[in-house]
């Protein structure tokens, strides 16, 4: 079975500062996609990024990126010049033919 | 826009108490599954449905039931609740392709007392 690991259960970052949440998984199949969704106090589910596995080249969705590393199985989150508005939950998901799996999540503080 | 319509968004139970969970979505998505969100555990999959008729269980899918019937609905049944099923549980929509971003419902907070 699939499994997504998320070993960094809280992370804190300076206001304008870069952090990089990080994501491992593990995975038999050669055709899945690779999702960071954002959690904040509302409870909802926001995607921030996604990244097609056959794809060498790293998404980038304006202050956010991801560095795949395909053979590690590894898909880390950058954010650049963190915003206060960014405090939230993130998860990592992976998603194949089947099904979607989560991490367990980082949370993560951004201080002013 | 409806998107993904979860109810209810609080709710109590006894111990040995069944209710349904309701989720509808009005997309025309393929996908619907359930989640429960513990802390420290993310969300983990209960069950998932990839389109009317069909449905298959995820990683913790003791203790619940689903059908999908139509491709808009996709309930979730839980047949004698039990406190270890308190959580915070989530429906979910997608197109089937994989590169498609997930919808979520508001969430329901059960607490099994």
């Known amino acids: 079975a699939q499994t997504v690991t998320q070993s960094q259960p809280e992370m804190s970052v300076q206001e304008a500062e870069t952090v990089t949440l990080s994501c491992t998984y593990d995975t038999s199949e050669s055709d899945y996609y690779l999702f960071w969704y954002k959690q904040p106090p509302s409870r909802q589910m926001i995607l921030v990024i996604r990244?097609?596995?056959?794809?060498?080249q790293n998404a980038t969705e304006n202050r956010f990126s991801v560095n795949f590393q395909k053979a590690a199985k590894s898909f880390s989150l950058k954010i650049s010049d963190s915003q206060l508005g960014d405090a939230a939950m993130y998860f990592c998901a992976y998603r194949s033919s089947n099904d979607m799996r989560f991490g367990a999540g980082t949370r993560l503080t951004v201080k002013p | 826009n409806a998107g993904v319509t979860q109810t209810p968004k609080f709710q109590v139970l006894k111990t040995g108490q069944s209710m349904t969970l309701q989720c509808a979505q009005d997309?025309?998505?393929?996908?619907m599954s359930w989640y429960r969100q513990d802390p420290g555990m993310g969300l983990r999959l209960i069950h998932y449905s990839v389109g009317a008729g069909i449905t298959d269980q995820g990683e913790v899918p003791n203790g619940y039931n689903v059908s999908r019937s139509t491709t808009e609905d996709f309930p979730l049944r839980l047949l004698s609740a039990a406190p270890s099923q308190t959580s915070v549980y989530f429906c979910?929509?997608?197109?089937?392709?994989?590169?498609?971003?997930?919808?979520f419902g508001q969430g329901t907070r059960l607490t099994v007392v």
């Open positions: 997309m025309n998505h393929e996908y």
């Open positions: 990244q097609e596995a056959y794809k060498q």
């Open positions: 979910a929509s997608s197109y089937r392709q994989l590169n498609t971003e997930a919808f």
